[in-house]
């Protein structure tokens, strides 16, 4: 026999297993570490620089030596530092540094594949542009960076790769205004935009080059348009929008009920092409070529190149780059003759997509994307032993009596092995998000695991099915639009059942934000739990970090309930909103904003209230039904319950009840106010709302109590609101709310003012602000904080029991 201990250890067999390199863990970990430093920390580039230099020098001095891996992951460090540093410096000339906004002729690339929003009459184009150059006021100006374009009924067409000449107005995003709401600008700065640029009409695009940005681009671009056009022709609205979302990565044109239910039901990740998709596409491919007996190898080969094909042509965005770079180097590898190594590809497409661009890490897409996949490469087999104890072989089967029944009890096993393992994975992939999920999206859904084990296996017939159709449409287009009746009806089931669970009573709720200490010990303690050995001396070691998991999210889940005092005056332009919430745990909000063109209630007050953890609303309190406070209602409504609902007399005559309210206010307890009314809150008699002035169909003012503290909230500057409230006899108040002002201060404000002395004034003046603080604090010795120019304002109790304020500017 051959005696293994005879071969010769002068020359080892080479290792092959190039994927399969157990350092990329710590190599792509501390890379990542070492950008985030450099966004966090600054540091001397010229020091670093010397270190990564010397460090590279002696990893080739001590190859063989005990410290090379340490000191790789030093290197690495080293490295992650330089990549991240210099993704953040730009050219003198970049677009960044334009100094001035306002109209002008912008050149450059098209870099992203075009998407086209119809709205009535309006038609929006929207893409990224690499710029090159632009022209103002007759000078030239060479530049580089990226600039959003949007191009609002623009007649010419807009490709990927094309050479355009716009003409229009170029902005900086504006900040974030308003407490968790959407930050534009920080989400276009997160893919190095830092511009946005909007032309209208015909002339906005003056000049357009075919294919100037590279053929292969081009044209995967245009095939992408084309096939997104073919399922228009082949699904009706809004499931043709869905196919293309699903198997292109199309996503803008989706009705937004659509989306809310996906992520109300914990399944938006179908939504992204991610892994499931590329696995799919992939196999189907692989198959569809075992048909002519392609040798094994060639095969490989085919699926490889078809993958990185599949890659661009669905957008090649950072969870299809990251399913892309994986599968290919799973193909790779049994190219290479290795055995599969998923930690290897997660590691290696991890540290590839960090190395091409570093401000990819803290994205939203990136995080979710790769914290998914870790939990089901890491976390999923150490919940399979634990579902084997709880599911024994004797099971369903025997219960159904299949036992001896040979097909049937193998369709049933089969099905039972794929709804649990469908249930781990939706387990496993939330426990593992579970923080990062509460950070974005403030909210989890207990319905999700149900959602899942039938929705994944629904979306996946139903892209096999559409990708099928799509390749009978290319050649035969008649037969292609019968077989579409097969994906259209899993489709509409998907979109029937996704909605159906949506809108079960407590299927989810709205959790607040979590602070980077639950970050810390969650993960911590996780972490600890999944890479402590199976081994009796470190079993009570693991039970206890499973105790603090489970402690920690106790306390984080008890936290939420805790009752405070908070105000916050909202920026909505010229609308007023506000929130407040009492000690007793009650809460009211004045106005819902309006909806168009902007709907401020989606926007702006839902997530608000997520946020803050917010499900219910005890009043919805409107100071006047019309466009501006009231139209925001029926948006409000699909995602807040409320109790009752308070409008001022003779609102319900008004044709902007039947336009805002009417349907929508039905099965609600809707109340009418008059002038002394009262809106109590809670049994505690001191915590209450009441009216003070009312004309027509308008509150002019109301008074806000709880115990001691005092807010007088101003509506009108009609000079009637004043002679009113000029005949109370209560004047001591510590908040003073006032809104746009659309002429001067007439003499009854100016005369009511000199009486009060609050603490805080918050004014929603736009406009002549030097001019209205001037007045203001001629009339009163309170601090004036205006809206417009801090964003949302909120007020709340410090530790020490005194009042504070911070605002979205970042003072307080």
Same mark, same amino acid.
């Given at each position: 026999?051959?005696?293994?201990?005879?071969?010769?250890?002068?020359?080892?067999?080479?290792?092959?297993?190039?994927?399969?390199?157990?350092?990329?863990?710590?190599?792509?970990?501390?890379?990542?570490?070492?950008?985030?430093?450099?966004?966090?920390?600054?540091?001397?580039?010229?020091?670093?620089?010397?270190?990564?230099?010397?460090?590279?020098?002696?990893?080739?001095?001590?190859?063989?030596?005990?410290?090379?891996?340490?000191?790789?992951?030093?290197?690495?460090?080293?490295?992650?530092?330089?990549?991240?540093?210099?993704?953040?410096?730009?050219?003198?000339?970049?677009?960044?540094?334009?100094?001035?906004?306002?109209?002008?002729?912008?050149?450059?690339?098209?870099?992203?594949?075009?998407?086209?929003?119809?709205?009535?009459?309006?038609?929006?184009?929207?893409?990224?542009?690499?710029?090159?150059?632009?022209?103002?006021?007759?000078?030239?100006?060479?530049?580089?960076?990226?600039?959003?374009?949007?191009?609002?009924?623009?007649?010419?067409?807009?490709?990927?790769?094309?050479?355009?000449?716009?003409?229009?107005?170029?902005?900086?995003?504006?900040?974030?205004?308003?407490?968790?709401?959407?930050?534009?600008?920080?989400?276009?700065?997160?893919?190095?935009?830092?511009?946005?640029?909007?032309?209208?009409?015909?002339?906005?695009?003056?000049?357009?080059?075919?294919?100037?940005?590279?053929?292969?681009?081009?044209?995967?671009?245009?095939?992408?348009?084309?096939?997104?056009?073919?399922?228009?022709?082949?699904?009706?609205?809004?499931?043709?929008?869905?196919?293309?979302?699903?198997?292109?990565?199309?996503?803008?044109?989706?009705?937004?009920?659509?989306?809310?239910?996906?992520?109300?039901?914990?399944?938006?990740?179908?939504?992204?092409?991610?892994?499931?998709?590329?696995?799919?596409?992939?196999?189907?491919?692989?198959?569809?070529?075992?048909?002519?007996?392609?040798?094994?190898?060639?095969?490989?080969?085919?699926?490889?190149?078809?993958?990185?094909?599949?890659?661009?042509?669905?957008?090649?965005?950072?969870?299809?780059?990251?399913?892309?770079?994986?599968?290919?180097?799973?193909?790779?590898?049994?190219?290479?003759?290795?055995?599969?190594?998923?930690?290897?590809?997660?590691?290696?497409?991890?540290?590839?997509?960090?190395?091409?661009?570093?401000?990819?890490?803290?994205?939203?897409?990136?995080?979710?994307?790769?914290?998914?996949?870790?939990?089901?490469?890491?976390?999923?087999?150490?919940?399979?032993?634990?579902?084997?104890?709880?599911?024994?072989?004797?099971?369903?089967?025997?219960?159904?009596?299949?036992?001896?029944?040979?097909?049937?009890?193998?369709? /049933?096993?089969?099905?039972? *092995?794929?709804? %649990?393992?469908?249930? +781990? =994975?939706? &387990?496993?992939?939330?426990? $593992?998000? @579970?923080?990062?999920?509460?950070?974005?999206?403030?909210?989890?859904?207990?319905?999700?695991?149900?959602?899942?084990?039938?929705?994944?296996?629904?979306?996946?017939?139903?892209?096999?099915?559409?990708?099928?159709?799509?390749?009978?449409?290319?050649?035969?287009?008649?037969?292609?639009?019968?077989?579409?009746?097969?994906?259209?009806?899993?489709?509409?089931?998907?979109?029937?059942?996704?909605?159906?669970?949506?809108?079960?009573?407590?299927?989810?709720?709205?959790?607040?934000?979590?602070?980077?200490?639950?970050?810390?010990?969650?993960?911590?303690?996780?972490?600890?739990?999944?890479?402590?050995? /199976?081994?009796?001396?470190? *079993?009570?070691? %693991?039970?206890?970090? +499973? =105790?603090? &998991?489970?402690?920690?999210? $106790?306390? @984080?889940?008890?936290?939420?309930?805790?009752?405070?005092?908070?105000?916050?005056?909202?920026?909505?332009?010229?609308?007023?909103?506000?929130?407040?919430?009492?000690?007793?745990?009650?809460?009211?909000?004045?106005?819902?904003?309006?909806?168009?063109?902007?709907?401020?209630?989606?926007?702006?007050?839902?997530?608000?209230?997520?946020?803050?953890?917010?499900?219910?609303?005890?009043?919805?309190?409107?100071?006047?039904?019309?466009?501006?406070?009231?139209?925001?209602?029926?948006?409000?409504?699909?995602?807040?319950?409320?109790?009752?609902?308070?409008?001022?007399?003779?609102?319900?005559?008004?044709?902007?009840?039947?336009?805002?309210?009417?349907?929508?206010?039905?099965? +609600?307890?809707?109340?009418?106010?008059?002038? $002394?009314?009262?809106?109590?809150?809670?049994?505690?008699?001191?915590?209450?709302?009441?009216?003070?002035?009312?004309?027509?169909?308008?509150?002019?003012?109301?008074?806000?109590?709880?115990?001691?503290?005092?807010?007088?909230?101003?509506?009108?500057?009609?000079?009637?609101?004043?002679?009113?409230?000029?005949?109370?006899?209560?004047?001591?108040?510590?908040?003073?709310?006032?809104?746009?002002?659309?002429?001067?201060?007439?003499?009854?404000?100016?005369?009511?003012?000199?009486?009060?002395?609050?603490?805080?004034?918050?004014?929603?003046?736009?406009?002549?602000?030097?001019?209205?603080?001037?007045?203001?604090?001629?009339?009163?010795?309170?601090?004036?904080?205006?809206?417009?120019?801090?964003?949302?304002?909120?007020?709340?109790?410090?530790?020490?029991?005194?009042?504070?304020?911070?605002?979205?500017?970042?003072?307080?």
């Amino acid at each position: 026999m051959w005696n293994s201990s005879a071969v010769p250890t002068s020359n080892p067999v080479p290792d092959r297993r190039i994927l399969q390199v157990p350092p990329l863990f710590f190599l792509s970990t501390v890379f990542a570490i070492g950008i985030w430093m450099a966004n966090r920390f600054s540091i001397p580039v010229h020091i670093i620089s010397l270190a990564a230099g010397l460090g590279v020098i002696t990893l080739a001095l001590v190859v063989r030596k005990r410290f090379f891996l340490l000191l790789g992951v030093l290197v690495f460090t080293l490295f992650g530092i330089l990549f991240g540093m210099n993704d953040q410096s730009v050219a003198e000339h970049h677009i960044s540094h334009v100094g001035f906004e306002g109209f002008l002729t912008l050149e450059g690339t098209v870099a992203t594949t075009p998407e086209i929003v119809v709205k009535g009459k309006k038609k929006t184009v929207s893409f990224v542009l690499d710029a090159q150059n632009f022209f103002r006021e007759g000078s030239f100006y060479e530049t580089e960076g990226k600039v959003q374009v949007f191009l609002h009924n623009p007649q010419a067409s807009v490709h990927l790769g094309d050479r355009m000449r716009l003409r229009g107005r170029l902005e900086t995003p504006r900040k974030n205004r308003n407490p968790h709401s959407f930050d534009y600008a920080q989400y276009l700065a997160r893919s190095g935009i830092t511009k946005i640029f909007r032309g209208i009409g015909r002339f906005s695009v003056t000049h357009r080059t075919e294919g100037e940005g590279g053929r292969l681009f081009s044209a995967v671009g245009r095939f992408r348009v084309l096939l997104k056009e073919r399922f228009a022709t082949l699904f009706p609205n809004p499931y043709h929008e869905l196919a293309s979302a699903l198997i292109l990565g199309f996503r803008k044109n989706i009705p937004r009920e659509i989306k809310d239910a996906f992520i109300k039901t914990g399944t938006a990740h179908l939504l992204a092409i991610s892994g499931l998709h590329i696995s799919l596409v992939a196999g189907l491919f692989y198959f569809l070529i075992g048909f002519f007996r392609v040798p094994r190898a060639i095969t490989l080969l085919l699926t490889i190149c078809f993958i990185t094909f599949y890659t661009a042509l669905a957008g090649a965005n950072i969870p299809v780059l990251r399913a892309g770079i994986m599968g290919i180097a799973v193909f790779l590898g049994f190219l290479l003759g290795e055995e599969r190594n998923i930690r290897s590809a997660f590691f290696f497409a991890f540290f590839v997509l960090l190395a091409v661009n570093p401000r990819a890490l803290f994205s939203a897409s990136f995080q979710l994307s790769f914290v998914a996949v870790a939990s089901l490469i890491f976390l999923l087999p150490k919940f399979e032993p634990a579902a084997d104890l709880l599911t024994p072989e004797e099971g369903i089967e025997s219960f159904l009596a299949f036992k001896r029944q040979g097909k049937c009890s193998r369709i /049933v096993k089969s099905l039972k *092995r794929s709804v %649990r393992q469908t249930f +781990l =994975a939706s &387990l496993a992939a939330t426990v $593992g998000m @579970f923080p990062i999920l509460v950070w974005y999206f403030n909210l989890f859904s207990l319905i999700g695991f149900l959602a899942n084990v039938i929705a994944i296996p629904v979306c996946t017939i139903g892209i096999a099915s559409t990708l099928i159709v799509l390749l009978v449409d290319l050649f035969f287009s008649p037969l292609a639009h019968w077989l579409a009746l097969i994906p259209l009806i899993f489709f509409q089931f998907e979109l029937w059942l996704i909605g159906f669970l949506a809108k079960i009573p407590f299927g989810y709720f709205y959790l607040p934000s979590p602070s980077w200490q639950f970050f810390l010990f969650y993960y911590g303690f996780l972490l600890a739990w999944i890479f402590l050995p /199976v081994r009796p001396v470190f *079993r009570w070691i %693991r039970s206890a970090c +499973l =105790a603090g &998991l489970l402690l920690i999210m $106790g306390l @984080f889940l008890s936290g939420m309930g805790v009752p405070t005092s908070r105000l916050v005056f909202f920026d909505l332009g010229k609308n007023d909103s506000a929130f407040f919430s009492f000690s007793n745990g009650a809460n009211c909000l004045i106005n819902t904003g309006r909806h168009f063109p902007s709907d401020q209630a989606y926007w702006v007050l839902r997530p608000f209230l997520m946020a803050s953890g917010i499900q219910k609303l005890d009043s919805l309190l409107f100071t006047k039904v019309n466009g501006p406070n009231a139209s925001g209602f029926r948006t409000l409504r699909a995602h807040v319950r409320l109790r009752h609902l308070w409008f001022p007399p003779e609102s319900r005559k008004t044709a902007s009840w039947d336009k805002y309210i009417g349907e929508n206010g039905k099965r +609600l307890k809707i109340n009418f106010l008059s002038e $002394g009314d009262h809106i109590q809150f809670g049994s505690d008699s001191k915590v209450y709302i009441k009216i003070l002035a009312i004309s027509g169909g308008e509150i002019l003012a109301f008074a806000v109590h709880e115990g001691a503290n005092q807010i007088l909230y101003i509506a009108s500057v009609k000079a009637e609101t004043f002679r009113i409230l000029s005949q109370a006899s209560d004047w001591d108040y510590q908040f003073l709310f006032l809104p746009h002002h659309e002429f001067e201060m007439s003499e009854e404000e100016k005369a009511f003012l000199e009486r009060l002395s609050p603490r805080f004034i918050v004014s929603n003046q736009r406009g002549e602000i030097s001019h209205f603080r001037q007045q203001l604090e001629t009339l009163s010795n309170g601090v004036c904080l205006f809206i417009e120019e801090k964003g949302a304002i909120e007020f709340y109790r410090s530790h020490y029991g005194q009042w504070t304020y911070k605002a979205e500017d970042g003072k307080h």
